[in-house]
């Protein structure tokens, strides 16, 4: 492609409107256009990349057996009436009345219309499994849309619906998913983890969710560095420390804080490391009030608690404490509590620690399990940090933010049993299909690639999915002669070798030029100007080189042709 | 593909509600799966079909110089407010209110979106002239959809729009876009005619419409087999008799017609030809009544006669029609008429005929202008019929109807001027953009190539919008150890020549294989049996052909290679 018979718009600064660093790239590359809150029209340049994302996930998921079809956007209320969801999947659904006011809407997510489909053309056992995708564009109405195409209300997704006779199909589809996905995210050239997330009902290892590793995602991962494991740092086991507990060396003694309360506070005027404090949080339990162990650096993990407990976290009203412990929320201790006590597995290996005296203004020091105060029931109740033992035995984990960009779930029977999808099995019975669904969110990536993939100067695209592979940027293309013969013949060249070129024919700076090509991410660059030229020579730098270098001009079209061709 | 890792899935009869061949076979062939009124599902099968129509759009608009971008569904009411077109567009479009309660519609079609992104984007005349096109789903509230995805509510189109610094740079978009659509049409395999459209207040050559021509098409459209004129019906040139007018030999006498009111029934009763009539139709004028003549078998062309008269056709009441003749409207002639009279150019060419004799009961013969009433005012006002001369000169008309797959047309500064969409020009002085617009109906297409190539045993599909190229029929795949290894063998070696090949490996009768390949319009076959393999043959047969051919083994893959392979 010659710029001059493209459309190319590239900016200086970007819209003060956007915070993240691929929204402004986005912007000030021309990749896209703000039509209205969460809207965006994807201009030509983005949508190179957009459609090169698209075709990575096609080419994996056929490979993976999956079929294509493709559902309308605009669904009829009915089907959502007979799941249910109509009424239950709120404001970010859009509500649609025809101009017979009847209902629908612009369709979320497809899990009724492609079911269905499943129950008035599946049969038999004999058609199982089947696994139909479809990529195509979403609408869910964002209470506050930001961050451009990263959370944008229409948006295009991949989504991926399997059937199956049986749980076992259904695990082997799923497993060929995650790989499908793994695939993807690798040839996209992008940093991610599968996480296991929460499958909330379902339970076991029905779902996970695929993050590409940013500063700016809004989920916190936990993930060992040395192996694959990686979950939610909600979800993350905690596991119990390798070592025993120690001996007992000190004596239980009172100690007078007065007006310290925090943790933080409690270790400064002690002068010892948090790590040797336990702090109590008493709740509500099914039966009464109940206190939580907690070391003092670690925080409770509510959704690992609530499970434990059997309900939502509620903590107990200041008059609650006192009636349970005699003193404020800031002095209490489990020594002498008549509460049942929970300890985290961290506080079970324990010994010599310091915890409130249950009476204001004192601390216990030296306080021993089975000594000073029962041996407590153990659970997992908190958050992993960093350096925590991975799960998997394989090393420590390491904490860090990720964007959620593929989401494979086991939905079971939940929507099959809900719409009648059922198919005869081998004795001609009547069963209900097992279900699959595998979302990727195809726009998102392209942001959530920028976030991963730039510098000071501008994007810097992996191969997969930069707009162009390559740039030419001759200098004085309009003026010079032999630079514009030595850019066409390369061009054509490299066109008919197949290589996605990009040739910078406009008559700009050569600055203007430089800047253009490294904002809009191409991965590789050759200039070639007429000093250069006079000895034979055209430069070649790769986006992420430090410098550039010089190629002969007559080797040039076969050095790039065996670097760049697939 | 093997059709036991595809999703096959046709039927013995087609759905009741499907009134046109096109939607009965494509619901028959599990192109399409309904899912409410005007809305479906592409099943696989259909998606191929209308990839392959997408690929051979995009790419001949990308030929043309067109950049592709795309843009949202959804777009802000405040867009069309601007226009005027929120509140004028009617009810076909789907309007939406998001959760903030605020005006959206989803998208009948992109002029307010993409002028919106030209007046932002576009500064200068150098940046001039741009194509942007998308391939993108619309939804236009139809008050009965029907026809399946000929006349669905949600489709996928093809629209385009190019912007100007002057006229003669949007006619010569114009003129690249007529031809890339007579490529595409070309290149899809379709019988089609690009017609001059009505192009109401601009004129000139502003719009052609492309038909796919079909029995079942909506619109009348006259044509010249021997060149390429086309044209709506409405608005062919009915040109003057080439011979002229013959000399009077009859004297004019009154004739009592009793009872007879119609041209038929006076015909009939007189035993003359319709052409030898002349019917009198008496209208409103702006300045008082006027009466139209027309042959007997000649009808009225409202359009061109709201034209000549300056509004829209009145009918005068039988009340008017008596006090401007003095008689009943089936005795209604010109002569002695004393109010304005344009004849058509066909009845102006006319001697000695017969017309009414404005008493009732009564008709007027050997009539003649000049002699018996004076010469008319003559003009174009009737429908051309079969067998009329072509205006072009070259030949005569025929008759036939129309699938509308495609619009161009020349907006010129309609939008431009109502968005404040200007540029600045050499001298630094901003001026309104001229804007052109080009649509295609990509789904519509798919139904419309189905009506054109069918027979009694399904479709005929074009090569370039088959689903498949070729299918291989193993009979016995799954008994016979030959049989298997020679489709397997050959299915190998046509994939890895690029060929798009569906291999039928299901435990099927060889009748229901042979009836599905047909049925789903594959355009080539070859059958693999026992029988023929101990002979060293396979059998081969396109699907237009009326027999089979059988073709040596050894020599099938070349044979089919070169017979497909582009």
Chains 1, 2 share one sequence.
Not at 57 to 79: K, T
Not at 152 to 171: C, G, I, Q, T
Not at 359 to 378: K, Y
Request: aromatic share 8%; net charge negative.
């Amino acid at each position: 492609m010659r710029v001059s018979q493209f459309f190319l718009s590239t900016l200086k600064e970007a819209p003060s409107e956007a915070e993240l660093i691929s929204h402004r790239l986005m912007l000030r590359a021309g990749f896209i256009k703000r039509l209205g809150s969460g809207l965006y029209t994807w201009m030509p340049l983005g949508l190179r990349v957009l459609r090169k994302v698209e075709h990575v996930v096609r080419e994996e998921m056929n490979r993976a057996g999956a079929i294509e079809l493709l559902m309308p956007a605009v669904q009829p209320a009915e089907l959502w009436q007979e799941t249910g969801r109509w009424d239950v999947f709120g404001p970010q659904m859009l509500k649609i009345k025809d101009r017979h006011q009847r209902d629908f809407c612009f369709g979320p997510t497809h899990e009724e219309v492609i079911t269905d489909i499943a129950r008035r053309e599946i049969r038999s056992y004999r058609q199982l499994p089947l696994n139909f995708y479809q990529i195509q564009t979403k609408f869910r109405d964002e209470i506050r849309p930001r961050f451009g195409v990263m959370r944008a209300r229409e948006f295009m997704m991949k989504d991926a619906y399997s059937f199956h006779a049986d749980f076992a199909s259904l695990e082997q589809t799923y497993q060929a998913m995650y790989e499908a996905y793994t695939r993807i995210f690798t040839r996209l050239g992008l940093k991610f983890r599968a996480v296991a997330a929460d499958t909330g009902a379902i339970g076991g290892s029905g779902s996970h969710e695929f993050h590409v590793l940013a500063d700016s995602g809004e989920d916190a991962i936990a993930y060992n560095p040395d192996s694959d494991y990686a979950a939610n740092v909600e979800l993350a086991e905690a596991v119990a420390p390798a070592a025993p507990r120690p001996a007992a060396l000190q004596a239980l003694s009172k100690i007078p804080t007065p007006g310290k309360h925090s943790i933080e506070e409690i270790a400064d005027f002690l002068k010892i490391s948090p790590t040797q404090t336990v702090k109590t949080l008493i709740v509500e339990g099914t039966e009464g009030p109940l206190a939580l162990l907690l070391r003092g650096d670690h925080q409770l993990n509510e959704v690992k608690a609530a499970r434990l407990i059997g309900q939502d976290i509620r903590f107990a009203s200041e008059a609650q404490v006192r009636a349970v412990a005699g003193c404020s929320a800031g002095s209490i201790g489990p020594v002498g509590l008549s509460i049942p006590v929970i300890a985290d597995r961290a506080v079970a290996a324990m010994a010599d620690f310091v915890c409130g005296a249950n009476e204001d203004g004192f601390h216990l020091s030296g306080a021993n399990f089975g000594r000073d105060l029962p041996e407590p029931t153990v659970a997992d109740i908190r958050n992993v940090v960093a350096g925590d033992p991975s799960p998997d035995g394989k090393g420590a984990l390491d904490i860090c933010r990720g964007i959620e960009v593929g989401h494979i779930f086991q939905l079971r029977t939940t929507y099959s049993a809900a719409m009648g999808c059922s198919y005869l099995d081998e004795s001609g019975k009547a069963q209900t299909m097992e279900m699959g669904c595998y979302g990727i969110g195809v726009s998102r990536i392209v942001g959530a690639a920028i976030e991963q993939n730039f510098d000071a100067r501008g994007m810097t695209l992996p191969e997969t999915m930069a707009p162009f592979l390559l740039a030419i940027v001759p200098v004085g293309y309009q003026k010079s002669e032999v630079v514009r013969e030595t850019a066409d013949n390369l061009y054509r060249e490299l066109l008919q070798a197949g290589i996605d070129v990009l040739m910078d024919d406009r008559n700009e700076r050569p600055g203007v030029m430089f800047a253009d090509m490294e904002l809009i991410g191409i991965p590789h660059r050759v200039v070639i100007g007429e000093r250069g030229l006079k000895d034979g020579l055209i430069e070649y730098q790769g986006r992420r080189d430090e410098a550039a270098r010089t190629i002969p001009v007559a080797e040039t079209g076969v050095f790039l042709t065996n670097m760049l061709a697939t």
